[in-house]
């Protein structure tokens, strides 16, 4: 089969919730985006499923916080339970989303300025001035830009002969799932816990539309015979990990299959040596569930690259990626989600941990 050569100003690979965002600002700008997935539709149900402030107003910034799905009102008041009879009230700017549907209406939007593809990525060769990618089906690409947003699920494809740090002690074993029994008007609750012999660091409750959507955030490891005890009887879990849970919600039941999502701290090192190449959001870093600064991370990366950058690269011959990675904002946000993912690994030897969950949500408010 002969190789069918394309061209474009500027290809992503990945349309993901980054790849997507990326696609719609970079076409905004002018420029030709072609955007390609390996997959019409993602599969993995469990991701991001609460918009944060700080990542509602980076939403915004980018003309997109308004095509999540569903395009409901703020989630409202947000019950915080810390096992000692503390509580306070959250009234900030949160949205539950589907994280599933919002990603396919962002390549939606993506749609109207850039041409978006099924195709899986097969090799990449990094040059400073005509970066090429290769496809599976023979399709071979030469642009000015390659941003690679694929989300980290995989390994990199081959051609970025880069290194990732990997911390094995750093990591979050999630569950989600649907929960049913609450009352119309409920709107958020969360409990949280210190140390304790199962690893277990919150849950979270909210409504995502007519739903209302759990999360448990643990530090478990997918072999622990815990996770197929509470995979079996999550009902159970709920009610052994978090004590008094049906006087803060009333009799609730799990309503949904439960999903769970493991994830351990990867970093991609040295990214800049790949030049005409850039590595964005969960593929260069991944960030725990637990902290919620995944999104917070992603959106950074795609405001500095789409705005900062990029307009600069491509009005010379050169792209010089190196310099978005030693952004002083990106490597700020980076590091605060790896101080927040040892902080959840190291409270699990501590004896108190209220007080620096609230230092915490009080600095995410400010
Ligand atoms: C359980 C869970 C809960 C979370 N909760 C929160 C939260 O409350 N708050 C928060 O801020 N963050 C949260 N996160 C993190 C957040 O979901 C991620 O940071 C974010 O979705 C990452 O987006 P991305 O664009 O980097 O990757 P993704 O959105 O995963 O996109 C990657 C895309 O690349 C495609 N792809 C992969 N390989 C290839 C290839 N070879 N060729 C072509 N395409 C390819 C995939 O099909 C996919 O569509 C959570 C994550 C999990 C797992």
Request: proline share 5%; glycine share 10%; with cysteine.
């Amino acid at each position: 089969m002969s190789t069918k050569r394309l061209e474009a100003d500027v290809v992503i690979l990945g349309a993901g919730f980054g790849g997507s965002l990326a696609a719609s600002a970079l076409s905004r700008q002018g420029l030709d985006v072609l955007l390609l997935d390996c997959e019409r539709s993602r599969t993995n149900p469990l991701e991001a499923e609460k918009i944060e402030p700080d990542q509602a107003a980076l939403l915004r910034d980018l003309g997109l916080l308004d095509e999540r799905v569903p395009a409901a009102p703020p989630i409202g008041m947000v019950r915080n339970y810390d096992g000692s009879g503390i509580q306070d009230f959250d009234t900030v700017e949160q949205y539950g989303i589907s994280w599933h549907e919002t990603v396919l209406r962002l390549r939606d939007v993506a749609a109207r300025g850039s041409r978006v593809e099924t195709a899986s990525v097969r090799w990449i060769r990094p040059d400073p001035v005509r970066p090429r990618v290769g496809l599976d089906d023979d399709r071979e690409i030469s642009a000015r830009l390659v941003v690679v947003a694929t989300g980290g699920h995989g390994g990199l494809p081959d051609g970025l002969s880069l290194s990732r740090v990997v911390d094995n002690s750093l990591r979050s074993l999630t569950y989600g799932f649907d929960i049913g029994g609450l009352s119309s008007d409920f709107t958020g609750f969360n409990y949280f816990l210190g140390k304790n012999p199962d690893g277990v660091d919150f849950l979270t409750t909210f409504r995502v539309g007519d739903r209302v959507r759990a999360h448990v955030f643990t530090q478990q490891r997918p072999g622990d015979r815990v996770v197929s005890e509470a995979t079996n009887s999550m009902d159970g879990a709920l009610t052994s990990w978090f004590p008094g849970l049906d006087a803060h919600l009333g009799p609730v039941s799990v309503s949904s299959p439960i999903t769970v999502v493991n994830s351990t701290y990867r970093r991609t090192r040295d990214a800049g040596a790949a030049d005409g190449v850039v590595i964005i959001g969960e593929e260069f870093q991944t960030v725990s569930p637990t902290t919620g600064d995944g999104l917070t991370h992603l959106l950074t990366d795609v405001k500095l690259l789409c705005e900062r950058y990029v307009p600069g690269w491509l009005a010379g011959p050169h792209s010089k990626v190196r310099a978005f990675y030693g952004d002083p904002e990106k490597l700020a946000v980076g590091r605060t989600a790896l101080d927040h993912w040892c902080y959840y690994r190291d409270r699990q030897t501590w004896d108190r941990v209220p007080l620096y969950i609230r230092a915490m949500r009080k600095a995410r408010r400010a």
